[in-house]
């Protein structure tokens, strides 16, 4: 990605998985979830060669961004990928289409697909706490009308 200030390049050498799982998510219906439980089961014995790859196309709020951030705490979770498009024009996700295998064998966690089939990335990045700064006046507007001295019970 290239802005005026700034070039960032992802260089990551290829990963060849031997088997992956696609799991596709939808805000109508939510069976895709015990689907997901199941496979990252103790019983299911998915090797590190293995990857259970999320899909989320059609529906660009479909909460898979905050879904794979709280997933990524849970055992099992470092087989979990996924993948959001969000490029209305893209086809339709497929483990046998050359677009998206390249782009999972970069083994990346999120990828996310934009309009005219730009790649990228989404990363939680933890802000500093703001320091309070001190002020010699402060001033308050009240928005809401209200008598103060009223109580509920």
Known sequence: KRTDKELIVLLKKKVSIRERT??????????WLENLKSLLSDENNLDSNSRIIIVGEKNFECGLLGFINCLKKEPGSELVRSVLIQDEKAPKFSLQDP????????????????????????????????????????HVCQMVCANFFKTYN
């Open 22 to 31: 696609v799991v596709y998510i939808s805000n109508d219906n939510f069976n």
């Open 99 to 138: 677009f998206y295998l390249e782009q999972l064998q970069k083994d990346m966690t999120i990828n996310v697909l934009r309009p005219d089939k730009i790649w990228g990335s989404y990363r939680h990045l933890k802000l500093p706490q703001p320091e309070p700064k001190p002020v010699l006046t402060g």
